[in-house]
T-cell receptor
Framework: GAVVSQHPSWVICKSGTSVKIECRSL??????MFWYRQFPKQSLMLMAT?????????EQGVEKDKFLINHASLTLSTLTVTSAHPEDSSFYIC?????????FGQGTRLTVV | SQQGEEDPQALSIQEGENATMNCSYK?????LQWYRQNSGRGLVHLIL?????REKHSGRLRVTLDTSKKSSSLLITASRAADTASYFC?????????????FGKGTKLSVIP
């Protein structure tokens, strides 16, 4: 089946620094990628939808200047958490849409200290 | 609000028993997907059922879809300790140039050896 690689798997950073998370579709082209956030013991909440070559569409309540999304190619999207704070600590998951369904990366555990 | 709502929120059974989880949703969908997530890990796609399908099987998994009731069920037969995980349903709505996947809150399944 289709593979989506998300990197890094986990990251610990200091408050105020920025962290970049990569999402790659390894064996298919993804015109659309999605970024989700998951708090402990909760479901996935869609943060934004990105289409290759255009600006991402953010869900209500998600700060676009805080969570920068770049989808520069058909196989790569990045999420940059800028000036991270402890409340940004969470599990971030990307997914890439193939022809019929979306495939998910393994997630990135971000801890801001 | 969340499109999908699973019940029960948590389920504990003995190994060998069957586990049934239900998912209800509110609007029309193109397909419904079930995912498994082990603690702190990414999502594993289990099965996709289209809106014109009523039942689907995959190994020990059986999924039903009742679009008139806007509900779906996931049955895991002959459960194993390794089935312990959280299970999420996700509804997909596909439009012209759009793809929206919305997750429910999940059911936490514990299979006791």
């Amino acid at each position: 089946g289709a593979v989506v690689s998300q990197h890094p798997s986990w990251v610990i950073c200091k408050s105020g620094t920025s962290v970049k998370i990569e999402c790659r579709s390894l064996d298919f082209q993804a015109t659309t990628m999605f970024w989700y956030r998951q708090f402990p013991k909760q479901s996935l909440m869609l943060m934004a939808t990105s289409n290759e070559g255009s600006k991402a569409t953010y869900e209500q309540g998600v700060e676009k200047d805080k969570f920068l999304i770049n989808h520069a190619s058909l196989t790569l999207s990045t999420l940059t958490v800028t000036s991270a704070h402890p409340e940004d600590s969470s599990f971030y998951i990307c997914s890439a849409k193939g022809q019929i369904e979306a495939f998910f990366g393994q997630g990135t555990r971000l801890t801001v200290v | 609000s969340q499109q999908g709502e699973e019940d029960p929120q948590a389920l504990s059974i003995q190994e060998g028993e069957n586990a049934t989880m239900n998912c209800s949703y509110k609007t029309s969908i193109n397909n419904l997907q079930w995912y498994r997530q082990n603690s702190g890990r990414g999502l594993v796609h289990l099965i996709l059922i289209r809106s014109n399908e009523r039942e689907k099987h995959s190994g020990r998994l059986r999924v039903t879809l009742d679009t008139s009731k806007k509900s779906s069920s996931l049955l895991i037969t002959a459960s194993r300790a390794a089935d312990t995980a959280s299970y999420f349903c996700a509804t997909a709505r596909i439009g012209a140039g759009s793809y929206q996947l919305t997750f429910g809150k999940g059911t936490k399944l514990s299979v006791i050896p």
